[in-house]
């Protein structure tokens, strides 16, 4: 994960999250009529398509199911703080709560990328799965604990796309020396294959791709992708998006901040992140499918599948960056655990089913 | 659809989907501190796993989020209606709240089983995005206007599975004169192929099967049916689900009652929904996914695919049946022509995301 990435705010992916089971707040009688008017700091540019329309939404349904007792007034990456600095302005309590993805905080910990995502990993079904219902959503609260933060899944992009490439990718030797925008653990099994991982800003990943200066990008898919124009600077449009299979987006909040809600107020951030973790990704569903008919109709670019070989090689390779991983770090291991035990048992059921019945149908 | 099905409470799919795009509601000052008592007539027997649980869920989701301002008494099927009367008694305001699924209202108009699910159709993704980004849930209203309903996506069972059978199915013609527990068009498709649909209460299933009056059954997936039994009355398995590829479920709300509430417990109920929505396929998930494993250690359970050639055979005769009701009624055929629309659309993206992400990752 390389910083100039979250400073920019366009740090390639969304995810998708609901909300946290909290204890159940007690039905009170009339309600405490205190206000709260809160900031929420995001790493995303200004309305940015799905991600930062997300937030949009998200503070929509906390105002209005709150009749306006909370106010949220939201900072885009750069207005208030840098994108990079959302984690800690919340945990400092600069900001009562964030928005972006928990892999941009590597940094802090390690842990945290797997409740965001992770390569050949969860897809977003299954990531909802495992934090709603799998334990993971008490193991992502144990990890940001120490940081003073309440973490809630608040959004998903679903399965990437694999991304730009201004050469074709036939074998793994086509991946050495390949310069390519990618961040984290993928990144880092495109090193182990012999590749030059970069990181850039979304800003900048257009210049750079129609100027020679990588090779490669991978950003997020149709919708996202035709926003900044990556179909104009390169011809091959590769997929699946084995690096991010179903990114899961977090709303953080400063614990401080959280124990002051009195319960509705709790409950009503709580459910409006998970409501508007399915809205995001039913947009992403519908913009996708009508972007990728654009692009399908665009005579400059191809759409290729990663050859088997080349998947099954990056498959083993990001294993073996995870390994290392939780071998050093406890935490690492106690989380990647819990994460594999669930994939072990999703594998199986999605197998017989979503990807036996679209199969079916197709 | 059969009456009987329906009286039981134990009909078959669930649903997925979420809340309503209404016009937002004003974040007016102080609340309106009235308090509103309702009651909520379910289709599902008490506290069914998944399908009645979901229900206490929005509940609590919504009771939790108006501090008590909203209070909802939750009658399964029998208690107080019989679950076919949940959609007359909401439309006549007899109670203000309903749960179940629209193909249980056939008989209302055709129209209504689009909005729940239709074989070798939209998936739960696919539905969300049609529902919510696609024009679905605005067709929804206008269908479901005439009967003074206000209706919201409230939850999703995910992708079925085939169903139990005494026999195995290698061919077409291993359809014919099987008697088979199978609702709706998927059950017009079987009939078209010979077979005999039957529809059965949920709680008759498992002594049909086991006496030979049937010889097949659907009912939901390895989390649903292991509760019921299936698996010690029928010994092969079969997937995928064609006949419900990811049921929506329904809240429906009498238009009188919903224009009594302020907007700030309307965009309650709304948000909730969806919440609800996502929760609940968040538990299908991880629990289908432990029952199969269940399952899988089960000597006397195979677990088979349908042959490629059924599959094709179903396929066209569920066209056929489609393609009639829509010539017969212009409501179903608008309904139809914006599905089928988002379907064009959404399979060619679901081909080269989750369709080829999970073959990558198997």
Redesign the interface.
Known sequence: MKRREFVSGLGGAAALA??AREP??Q?????N?QRFSWKLVTTWPPNFPGLGTGVNTLV??I???????M?ITVYAANELIPALEVFDAVSRGTAEMGHGAAYYWRGKTEAAQFFAAIP?GL????M???????GGLDLWREVYARFDLMPFPAGNT??Q?GGWFNKRIDTMDDLKGLKMRIPGIGGEALRLAGGTPVTLPGSEIFTALQTGSIDATEWV??YNDIAIGLHQAARYYY????QE?GPTLECIINVGAWNQL???LK??VR??C??A???M???Y??????S??QL?ADAAVE?L??P?SV?VGLKALTLQVIEKLAAADPLVARVWESYRR?LD??????????????????
Do not use: K
């Open positions: 609901g909300c159940a707040g039905a009170a009688g009339p309600q009529q929509r349904y105002e209005e199911m709150s009749g306006g007792r106010q050949f897809n977003a079904h299954e909802h799965g495992w934090l709603y219902y799998g679903g399965v796309m898919g149709p997929y699946p998006g084995w299979p009195p319960e509705d409950a009503i459910v409006a998970q409501a973790t399915l809205d990704t039913s947009e569903m519908a913009r996708n499918a009508s990728l008919r399908e759409i599948s990663f088997p998947l669930f048992e999703s594998e199986p059921w999605q197998r017989i089913s979503e990807q036996a019945y679209l199969a079916t149908r197709t």
